[in-house]
């Protein structure tokens, strides 16, 4: 259906103002309804009453524009008056009015690092807080489990095991292998310098195993396994499977945390000893092509210079790491709230703890060692 031409006219009857408003006021004729206000000039009395007798449509941008610019010119919004309006067209611009009237919020002034300081201080302690309380939780339904053997859920920690480890050799191989390269490559280098070449054995050994390997591949379970565990558990929460649980007078402990726990802390010290495998079999790769040691000789090398105690502390760490891997990802994915957007928050913030722990705990670990000379 044509429309006639957006058009504004102004005259003045008995001392009021009358606007008089014809054609469609919508957002598209948006150009047309800004080409006719730009050339618009009000005739000043008393009172101003719009006219929409001839108005066809108005919609919200049509209306806003229109008091926006009676608004320059000099009026108030609040003491426009209206007549011969549509009972949804004057419903519609007493709605913009109320809207133009409401204030904007009021802006937050800019944060100061004091005050960001004193927050994350505040966060990380509430933090602690959680994870030590939820630590505690843990604890007790282990030991009701030890006094229970019963509560044990057999199939789900075989699965989580199948997830979190078998389902994991092959990248945990792959990058330990490759990291093995890249140090025996390095150190060879340097090390052929001073005609020093086999004791790139040493180095890898004594790298790779007791340090690289449980770092590595505790940092790989932490962005796989990690994420995985709050990205279950939280979806489980939001979709109000967790409350199920509990409805069902179940422990989210015993079903949910116990087994990764068990199957991550099993499944630790069996992926740093293939990364360790792995790590060597890398230096023996890049001794037998580019410095000229036979993989026998590279091989008894290893191990003349890999003590026991080397060994073991890498395999020991594994553990340890396990556990505050599995903590971390198990408390974040019940802390979800009800929404997607807190999954995705805490599966990040999951890594991210994870990591930094991870690091963490290895510096406390070397210098724990160091003191006792292991």
Known sequence: MKTSPVALECRVEAGTTIVHLAGAWRLHSLPAVLAVLQGFELQRAERLVLDGSRLESIDTAGGFLLLDRLGKLGCKPAAIGKRHFGEMQGRLLDLVRERMRASPAPRKPPRGLPYRLGDATVRLFADLRRAVSFTGFVALDLLKLARRPGLFRPRETVAQFESVCIDAIPIVVLVNFLIGIVVAYVLGVEAQRYGAGIFVADGIALAVCRELSPILGSVLVAGRSGAAFTAEIG????????????????????????????????????????????????????????????????????????????????????????????????????????????????????????????FVLDAAFAVLLQRLGI
Do not use: Y
Not at 248 to 258: A, H, M, N, R
């Open 235 to 358: 979806t489980m929460k939001v979709e109000e499977e967790v409350d199920a649980i509990t409805t069902l007078g179940l422990s989210p402990v015993q079903v949910l945390v116990i087994p990764r726990l068990l199957a991550l802390g099993v499944a630790m010290p069996l992926l740093v000893l293939l990364g360790d495998v792995a790590g060597v079999a890398g230096g023996v790769f890049v001794g037998a092509t580019t410095l000229g040691i036979p993989p026998n000789v590279f091989i008894d090398r290893v191990h003349s210079a890999l003590e026991m105690r080397h060994f073991l502390v890498g395999l020991g760490k594994a553990p340890v790491f396990a556990l505050f891997i599995a903590m971390i990802a198990c408390r974040l994915g019940l802390e979800v709230k009800g929404d997607a957007r807190s999954v995705g928050r805490n599966t990040t913030s999951t890594v991210v703890q994870c990591i930094v722990w991870v």
